[in-house]
């Protein structure tokens, strides 16, 4: 499976929508002096995004306000975390997640990993000019000034969100697979630059045939090679790459289950995740989970989140009764 096999979400837009009274549903539960969080949940994480756009509109109109600010007003923590995300149209909240990773107390670095190894070049697009009309800010100039080295270099290539498109070449790709093995073999900074211009900008049918190619040359897996030649951030990145290209969804299942075990249930992460693939491939991310772990990401979500939280990272997951 590469970049352009059939996925599915878990987030479709609702039947029968009608905005003016999800506004009216929303303006209720916000209004009360005890928010009402299960209708805020039961409407927002059952309609799409572009169908939470009309929503907002509806609602600035009915009562002139606007409902991000006032989900931030009235709601805390992780679950308004969750709650206002679902409202940023796509491209706005990469730029979000974008800004928030850099502008804080130190840098996000696996933020911008999941972000900019994942999305393609017309989500690349619409995130930079988001990016640019919310905070009057370059993103690939506040990449260069958050990050150093040649993991700066790999973000700032994949911000320009130019990959070529299409097709593959066999010939090109033996050519392209012993740059690689050379340059896990040299590690020179030239062959850094070499390794991750490749990366960057090669199709992914192409790269596709690449890590066929360096598989046969070397006898090893990309990524493995990766792991032993190089350290940090950088290999990070690239292995992200590598494996966004060959299954997205199974990289995203990996980051997940990561974020869960691995770092003591990370919210920021899972959130990220589940909201920005929710209409994408969060249904195929699921079963990768499955296959991959043993257990539900539904399994393991109801394990460590609680409250209201919990049912709304559930209701994104849209699980059944086998996830259990």
């Not at 352009?4 to 209720?28: C, H, K, R, S």
């Not at 600035?60 to 606007?66: A, F, K, L, V």
């Not at 006898?219 to 190089?230: H, K, M, P």
Request: glycine content about 6%; hydrophobic content about 40%; proline content about 3%.
């Amino acid at each position: 499976m590469f970049c352009g096999d059939y996925v599915q979400g878990t987030i479709f837009p609702a039947p029968n929508f009608n905005p003016v009274l999800d506004a009216q549903v929303l303006g209720a539960a916000l209004q009360g002096f005890d928010c009402d969080k299960d209708a805020l949940i039961g409407t927002l994480t059952q309609r799409c995004n572009a169908q939470r756009q009309m929503i907002a509109e509806a609602y600035r109109d009915m009562y002139g306000q606007d409902l991000i600010t006032d989900l931030k007003e009235r709601l805390s923590h992780h679950f308004k975390q969750v709650m206002v995300g679902l409202m940023y149209p796509p491209p706005c909240y990469d730029a979000h997640e974008l800004w928030h990773a850099m502008k804080g107390a130190g840098t996000d670095e696996n933020c911008l990993i999941d972000i900019l190894a994942s999305r393609t070049n017309g989500e690349i697009f619409q995130m930079r000019e988001a990016y640019s009309l919310q905070y009057s800010s370059n993103l690939q100039e506040d990449i260069y000034s958050e990050t150093s080295g040649h993991f700066r270099d790999t973000l700032m290539n994949l911000a320009q969100g130019t990959r070529e498109e299409g097709y593959a070449d066999p010939a090109v790709a033996a050519q392209d697979a012993m740059v690689l093995w050379e340059a896990c073999q040299q590690k020179t900074g030239e062959h850094k630059t070499m390794l991750q211009m490749i990366l960057c900008n090669k199709s992914c049918p192409q790269l596709w045939l690449v890590f066929q190619e360096f598989q046969n040359i070397s006898g090893q897996d990309l990524v493995d090679a990766i792991s032993e030649c190089y350290d940090g951030y950088f290999q990070e990145l690239l292995a992200a790459i590598v494996l966004c290209v060959r299954d997205k969804p199974a990289y995203f299942a990996y980051r997940l289950h990561s974020a869960i075990h691995d770092f003591g249930f990370h919210n920021k992460t899972i959130i990220r995740i589940l909201i920005a693939r929710s209409e994408i491939d969060l249904l195929t991310i699921r079963k990768r989970y499955k296959e991959r772990y043993g257990k539900s990401l539904f399994h393991d979500i109801k394990n460590f989140a609680s409250g209201h939280y919990e049912k709304a990272l559930l209701a994104l997951c849209a699980g059944d009764a086998d996830d259990y």
